[in-house]
């Protein structure tokens, strides 16, 4: 369901050589400003009467020329709007947004070349974006550098994670430096998200990624200027299309609530409606994940291996325990296909349509219908791609629903258009995609909804190999930086934390840092649509805190943001099911007294049902308290959350 409702006005423009245009967001906080000043382009940002962007420039690099340093301005066009849809993956359901939208005709005096600039204004944050309309004498462009500089008022908190070069699986460690002390020309990966004084965020992203290059931030004196991931094997080519051409938005999600970007949907917002006509096969849910355990089975297991058996083990667990999903990876460090490649990087002979010998892939997927589990597979992006139709075809024969694409590792223009090929093609095909070793989402997954999820973050596979383990000081900045851009895909699951000082690496039933509490939490602090089970079958049953997982949804009616107040400390997020709603605190390292306000709660009686931290929990992490209680709105739950810990609630309408 779409309503579109439009107001358009147009203003007449008196001085087109310097001629201040403004436009505010519908509650008058946030004010966007341009001007050209001697033939060239700027901008700025205010919110609550302080500059957030200072006087920026906007050009772009052509191979024949640049366009922004010799322009004028023609007349502008001002419209406002609210929009209502509905997504069928996200953080509600139900969307309903107001905003202004100015269109800045530009033209340069001697080619006479024209580019729009689209401005889009809303209560939590603006976004623009070029459009380059079909004109005389210009039909196609190869773009060299988008010079869209952020010039940042003062010198914001950064918090962000960096990198050296364009080809990145996009994970690592989060830094939080002063704007001043970033090393120029380092890459600033999206989002980025920057803490100025007065409790203002702001941070920066980009949405409808399509048909362009990844875009990334870098420090150049006292700005910041966008660089985007140039065409393998050269550096000057970033971009080559035919006109007419869009850029993706350049977003600036902005408030004095840092869970106001939390709960923002203005990333879908600048999305296309849904483009899948038919959409009752696509159906969101959680997975299994043996890689990550080491495909454990039981000793009494007959010959556990890529086969029937070891994949019935799993497909009876889910059933016994509403997963909806299982995932057929690999079994040995072998992928469940042929290949003959090494450490999972495809071989010359790759196919992704033919099973190892002994596995029957139509055996598996009729089993598993009967048990009512969806099956999906893994598969190394450059062996699937090159057969990419056949594939696909062979897959909906067999009866899988879905995979994860793994092993990008890019995001210039080249990967984008394949990644968005991949899940057009997929859906013709009725297959979900969960995209691995990708960059971030930029809110395609309203456009195609079977994108149920991307990683592009370091997450708790890592516990397999690295000595050092995952943090919950890790976790918890992925609310304020990765998760603003969308679904955040992670290793979720792992039943087995030990303190500190026990942790190593271990590659079969990997070993946690933080509470078990910590760990459901985590399924509803972080937004992702197909959450992962990783750990094996007898790693959860009659394990506490398994119910839970059992019951979590994974996409959502409703989000509310209810602790922000220690950002990048503690954060605690209401999400809401229907009826129900699912509460969830993660900590970092210091341990805290939660006062949590039900106050979001409807009339009437709720049941909670509250899982917290035990008393003991720094020796046995994996402990836990439950808790059922009747509660109203009016009711004020306090919980100790432990360090490294979290606490879940599931409350049902009585």
């Not at 400390?569 to 209401?574: C, D, M, R, S, V």
Request: proline fraction near 6%.
């Amino acid at each position: 369901m779409r309503r579109f409702s439009i107001a358009v006005l147009f203003f007449p423009l008196l001085l087109t050589a310097q001629k201040n245009i403004r436009l505010s967001s519908p509650n008058g906080k946030i004010i966007f400003s341009f001007f050209v000043k001697n033939k060239a382009a700027f901008y700025s940002v205010d919110f609550n009467n302080r500059p957030i962007i200072n006087t920026s420039s906007l050009t772009l690099d052509f191979d024949n020329g640049l366009f922004g340093n010799y322009i004028k301005m023609n007349e502008p066009i001002f419209r406002e709007a609210d929009e209502d849809y509905e997504l069928v993956v996200g953080k509600a359901k139900k969307v309903h947004d107001h905003f202004k939208e100015l269109i800045i005709p530009l033209q340069d005096i001697s080619s006479l070349k024209e580019i729009d600039l689209v401005v889009r204004i809303f209560n939590d944050g603006l976004a623009f974006r070029y459009e380059i309309p079909q004109q005389e004498n210009w039909n196609s462009f190869t773009l060299l550098n988008e010079n869209t500089t952020f010039k940042l008022a003062g010198d914001p908190t950064v918090h962000a994670l960096m990198f050296g070069n364009y080809t990145s699986s996009h994970e690592g460690v989060y830094q939080t430096v002063p704007f001043s002390r970033i090393k120029e020309d380092t890459l600033l990966d999206l989002p980025t998200t920057f803490e100025y004084p007065e409790n203002i965020f702001l941070a920066i992203t980009e949405a409808e990624l399509v048909d362009y290059a990844g875009m990334y931030l870098s420090r150049k004196g006292d700005e910041l200027i966008s660089k985007l991931s140039p065409w393998p094997n050269q550096k000057a080519i970033k971009v080559k299309a035919r006109l007419p051409h869009k850029s993706p938005w350049r977003v600036f999600l902005i408030s004095d609530r840092i869970g106001a970007l939390i709960e923002s949907n203005m990333i879908t917002d600048l999305n296309e409606p849904c483009k899948i006509a038919d959409l009752s096969w696509l159906k969101p849910g959680k997975t299994t994940f043996p890689w990550w355990n080491g495909n454990v089975t039981p000793d009494t297991l007959n010959a556990p291996g890529n086969n029937f058996v070891t994949n019935q083990y799993y497909i009876d667990f889910c059933s016994r325990d509403n997963i909806q999903y299982h995932s057929v990876v690999e079994y040995g460090l072998h992928q469940w296909y042929v290949d003959d490649g090494v450490s999972f990087q495809p071989g010359p002979h790759a196919d992704v349509t033919t099973p190892v010998p002994g596995l029957d892939m139509n055996e598996i997927c009729n089993y598993a219908r009967t048990k009512g589990v969806g099956i999906r597979v893994w598969v190394h992006f450059y062996a699937l791609y090159p057969k990419l139709d056949t594939a696909f075809a062979i897959f909906e024969k067999w009866g899988l629903k879905g995979m994860m694409v793994d092993f990008m590792d890019r995001d210039d223009q080249q990967m984008v258009n394949m990644q968005n090929e991949i899940l057009q093609k997929a859906a013709a095909h009725h297959l979900h995609i969960q995209f691995h070793g990708a960059y971030k989402p930029t809110g395609l997954s309203r456009t195609y909804p079977n994108e149920f999820t991307r990683e592009g973050t370091l997450n708790y596979e890592a516990d397999k190999w690295t000595n050092e383990g995952l943090s919950p000081d890790h976790d918890i900045n992925m609310p304020f930086t990765r998760m603003l851009a969308g679904s955040t895909d992670y290793h979720l699951g792992g039943f087995r934390a030990v303190p500190p000082s026990k942790f190593r690496a271990q590659y079969t039933r990997p070993l946690m840092l933080g509470t078990r509490c910590h760990m459901l939490a985590m399924y509803v602090v972080l937004e992702n649509y197909l959450q992962m089970v990783c750990d094996y079958p007898a790693a959860y049953e009659g394990e506490p805190g398994f119910e839970f997982i059992k019951e979590v949804p994974t996409t959502w009616d409703e989000t509310r943001v209810l602790d922000e107040t220690k950002a990048f400390q503690l954060i605690t997020i209401a999400r809401r099911k229907n009826n129900d709603w699912y509460v969830g605190t993660i900590t970092d390292h210091s341990s805290r007294l939660l006062n949590i306000p039900l106050g979001f709660l409807g009339d009437g009686k709720y049941t909670a049902e509250i899982y917290s931290d035990a008393t003991d929990v720094n020796e046995n992490p994996n402990h836990l308290i439950k808790q059922t209680k009747t509660v109203t709105k009016k009711d004020v739950i306090t919980i100790q959350v432990a360090a490294g810990g979290g606490e879940v609630m599931r409350i049902m309408k009585e």
